[in-house]
Every structure is written in C-alpha cells, then in structure tokens.
Antibody, heavy 122, light 108 residues
Framework: QVTLRESGPALVKPTQTLTLTCTFSGFSLSTSGMCVSWIRQPPGKALEWLAR???????YYSTSLKTRLTISKDTSKNQVVLTMTNMDPVDTATYYCARMEYGPSSSWFDPWGQGTLVTVSS | SSELTQDPAVSVALGQTVRITCQGDSLRSYYASWYQQKPGQAPVLVIY???NRPSGIPDRFSGSSSGNTASLTITGAQAEDEADYYC???????????FGGGTKLTVL
C-alpha cells in the first residue's frame, strides 16, 4: 500500500522560509519511473502544481514560483523536501504531496497525502 | 491564468449523465488526468490515460478526448458524486504540470 504524509509548520511569518517534508511508504524513489510532486490549494481555490522530483534526481518547478522553490529527496529516508522562500500571506494554502506516475502520453498523481495547512501571518 | 480551462459549475439530476470538460492546447497530444475532491478531503484520482480507472472507482466514471478537449463523463450520477473535479495535464513546456480551475458538480 502506497501512502504519503506531509509535515511541517502550521504557521510561518511573512518573509520566512517554509520547509515541508513528504514521508512516503510503499515505493522507492530510487526505482526508475518514480516521481513525487508537490501541489497546493489556497482556501476555496483551485489546485496549483508546484514542483516535481524524479527517481534520477531531475527536478521541475512551476514557472511562476521557480525562483522561490527547491525540491530535494532523501532516498534512504523515503522523504521529499520542499522549501519555499520569502513566504507571503497569499501562500496560505493546504500543501499536498503526491506520487506521480507515467503512461503512454499521460501522467497522473496517485495517491495523495492528506495535506498540511500552512498559514502565513505575522 | 491556467492553461487548462474548465467550467466553474455544472449540475445534473440524480441518475442522469453529466459531462465535465477541460480545454487546453496540450490536450491535443497528452491525456488529461481527472481528480475528485470532496470538502475537507484530499483529491482522489478518478481517470487517467486514455480512459483508465484506478481500483475502487465506479465504472460510471469514464474519460474521453477530442482535439483540445478532454471530458469526464459520469453516467448515472449519484449523490456521492457531488464534488469538485479537476483536470491535469502537462503545460506548454512539456515538462511541468498544470491543473484546470476546477468544476463544482452539483447533483440535484
């Protein structure tokens, strides 16, 4: 059974750096084809894809947030870490991690973690 | 603005068929995946690839694609299908991913 769980601070101050950890089980990020993505959702708004890290350590970032995001993995701990710098109240959202898989001309996120709500406020 | 466009809201009578659409240039060459999200819950994958359902997803959910439009069809909508639905595909870069703005489905 594949599971993912997000962890990190519930509250951060403006200008601070957010560090979130995704701890997963049931698969290995050292296996060819495996990827993990981060996705966020501001309250009452749509999902927004943030970043992805692949089994071969390739990394991809949202164009609009690229300068603020860093994604990394610790294969031995089955963890993926996302850092976001210079946090602002508009970054208040539930942050999800999800396993990403590939198929012919397709990719998908399954399963998702339960999400962690991060509030940015002074 | 999202590279994938969805109608903000759709309604369907109980037991009837509803189609939720997603438009975007990337869909001409890449399939969409579809996610159901109920209030307070994480999204759940319902359709991926050409028309594949994960284990546990009822067969009343199906997917299709034509040109720049992907569709999620629910045949015989149930009360428990009332939720937000999001499509996802790759963006114009080909490497990043993008979500549609979501469609709120109401079952009347």
């Amino acid at each position: 059974q594949v599971t993912l769980r997000e962890s990190g601070p519930a509250l951060v101050k403006p200008t601070q750096t957010l560090t979130l950890t995704c701890t997963f089980s049931g698969f290995s990020l050292s296996t060819s084809g495996m990827c993990v993505s981060w996705i966020r959702q501001p309250p009452g708004k749509a999902l927004e894809w943030l970043a992805r890290i692949d089994w071969d350590d390739d990394k991809y970032y949202s164009t609009s947030l690229k300068t603020r995001l860093t994604i990394s993995k610790d294969t031995s701990k089955n963890q993926v870490v996302l850092t976001m710098t210079n946090m602002d109240p508009v970054d208040t959202a539930t942050y999800y991690c999800a396993r990403m898989e590939y198929g012919p001309s397709s990719s998908w996120f399954d399963p998702w973690g339960q999400g962690t709500l991060v509030t940015v406020s002074s | 603005s999202s590279e994938l466009t969805q109608d903000p809201a759709v309604s369907v009578a109980l037991g009837q068929t509803v189609r939720i659409t997603c438009q975007g240039d990337s869909l001409r060459s890449y399939y969409a995946s579809w996610y159901q999200q109920k209030p307070g819950q994480a999204p759940v994958l319902v359709i991926y690839g050409k028309n594949n359902r994960p284990s546990g997803i009822p067969d009343r959910f199906s997917g299709s694609s034509s040109g720049n439009t992907a569709s999620l069809t629910i045949t015989g909508a149930q009360a428990e299908d009332e939720a937000d639905y999001y499509c996802n595909s790759r963006d114009s870069s080909g490497t990043n991913r993008v979500f549609g703005g979501g469609t709120k489905l109401t079952v009347l």
